[in-house]
């Protein structure tokens, strides 16, 4: 298992939605630059924003992680 996998999940989901950076860093409350950060991986995401990601683009932790490759738990 890659060990961040979510850098790379966080990017495909937002561009399979049709959002910018811009967009995802408005509902996480925080700057565009930052988030672009995470989808870097140069800064780790708080467990506060993967929660808020789930949400948003309606899958698991477990997928954004890449623990699991089945995007919701039903």
């Known amino acids: 298992?890659?060990?961040?996998m979510y850098v790379r999940r966080i990017r495909?989901?937002?561009e399979d939605n049709d959002l910018t950076q811009q967009q995802v860093a408005d509902a996480l409350g925080t700057s565009q630059t930052m988030y672009a950060r995470?989808?870097?991986g140069a800064n780790e995401?708080?467990?506060?924003?993967?929660i808020v990601?789930?949400?948003l683009y309606h899958v698991s932790a477990d997928y954004v992680l890449g623990l699991n490759n089945a995007k919701t738990n039903h």
């Open 1 to 4: 298992m890659e060990k961040m």
């Open 12 to 14: 495909d989901l937002r």
């Open 38 to 40: 995470y989808e870097r």
């Open 45 to 50: 995401l708080p467990i506060r924003h993967l």
């Open 53 to 55: 990601l789930c949400k």
